[in-house]
Nanobody, 123 residues
Framework: QVQLVESGGGLVQAGDSLRLSCAASGRTFSRSVMGWFRQTPGKEREFVAAISWGGGRTAYADSVKGRFTISRDNAKNTVYLQMNSLSPEDTAVYYC????????????????WGQGTQVTVSS
């Protein structure tokens, strides 16, 4: 099991950048695929990005491709989401998630979830 704590959310203006962090505890972090998801009220949680164990493979939702970058530092047990060119449509609670698998998963079928961090982008 992996315990996850997100940070870095906040209120920004359209066009700004923000970096989210997800600190993980647990010995299985380096063997976990990590994902970022987001959710707005009344909508289902949606996939944003995911990264493989070693960081060599990544996947992105079409809506964030070219603007967001996922990365990880296994020595620090942390995964990041760099978000550039933010728009009001990116406003959501962002969650990180972990799954012990070798496959980069783009659905919500992850094992462990953080509590989320709010990102609000004003126009």
């Amino acid at each position: 099991q992996v315990q996850l704590v997100e940070s870095g959310g906040g209120l920004v203006q359209a066009g700004d950048s923000l970096r989210l962090s997800c600190a993980a505890s647990g010995r299985t972090f380096s063997r976990s695929v990590m994902g970022w998801f987001r959710q707005t009220p009344g909508k289902e949680r949606e996939f944003v990005a995911a990264i493989s164990w070693g960081g060599g493979r990544t996947a992105y939702a079409d809506s964030v491709k070219g603007r967001f970058t996922i990365s990880r530092d296994n020595a620090k047990n942390t995964v990041y989401l760099q978000m550039n060119s933010l728009s009001p449509e990116d406003t959501a609670v962002y969650y990180c998630a972990a799954k012990q698998t070798i496959v980069v998963v783009t659905t919500t079928r992850y094992d462990d979830w953080g509590q989320g961090t709010q990102v609000t982008v004003s126009s």
